[in-house]
């Protein structure tokens, strides 16, 4: 794996804090959570957090979290696979971009629809650049990233059948449906935002 490249950074970061947190098991799992805890109530209100705490950080570090080594491999792998596609097209820079407004979106998708959990994951991130990706290859209308339209479609299938339960049926245990949908859509008004952005420059 190649380290000048911004998603081994990414996937180092998830294995080191999934480590340090013991999968969930460690109490160093609070400092890292959507929202913080006071030590009599386990999840205070998110303006007590962000507000009153200012502990921003919590908006992005739980997506480096995960609570299984299966839930890792799973989620690191995407990352490689999307991200090396993503910074040789796009460049750094929008790849971080891109997995900070969808760590946050997500992150907060699934606070505000699910309401105070344990939670975390890069799997809304993976749901972002894979619905960034969609929209670039929809909009230019070739092959962009060399991903086989299956993938998209796996993609959308896997998200609907996350909402019907049929997954927990299976035994893949509790899902963070809201974040793979807030990191979709974020991923998707991402790529379309940068579409514009390409195609105005194109019209100079």
Not at 61 to 74: D, E, Q, R, Y
Request: proline share 2%; with cysteine.
């Amino acid at each position: 794996m190649n380290t000048n490249f911004l998603y081994f950074y990414i996937i180092a970061i998830a294995v080191l804090l999934s480590f340090l947190t013991n999968f969930g098991l460690s109490s160093l799992l609070e400092l890292f959570l959507f929202l913080k805890s006071n030590g009599t109530n386990l999840y205070p209100s998110f303006e007590d957090t962000y507000l009153a705490s200012q502990e921003w950080w919590r908006l992005i570090t739980p997506t480096f979290l995960h609570f299984s080594l299966t839930h890792l491999i799973f989620n690191c792998l995407w990352i490689y696979i999307l991200g090396k596609e993503i910074e040789n097209f796009d460049g750094k820079r929008l790849f971080l971009v891109l997995i900070l407004i969808t760590s946050a979106s997500s992150n907060y998708a699934q606070y505000a629809f699910s309401g105070p959990s344990i939670f975390g994951g890069l799997s809304g991130v993976v749901y972002g650049l894979l619905g960034f990706c969609f929209v670039q290859e929809t909009f230019s209308r070739i092959n962009k990233y060399s991903f086989p339209p299956a993938i998209y479609l796996f993609m959308f299938i896997w998200l609907f059948f996350g909402f019907t339960g049929f997954l927990d049926l299976l035994g893949f245990g509790k899902i963070a449906n809201f974040a793979h949908l807030g990191g979709l859509i974020s991923g998707i008004i991402c790529g379309y935002l940068f579409q514009m952005y390409n195609s105005r420059k194109n019209y100079e």
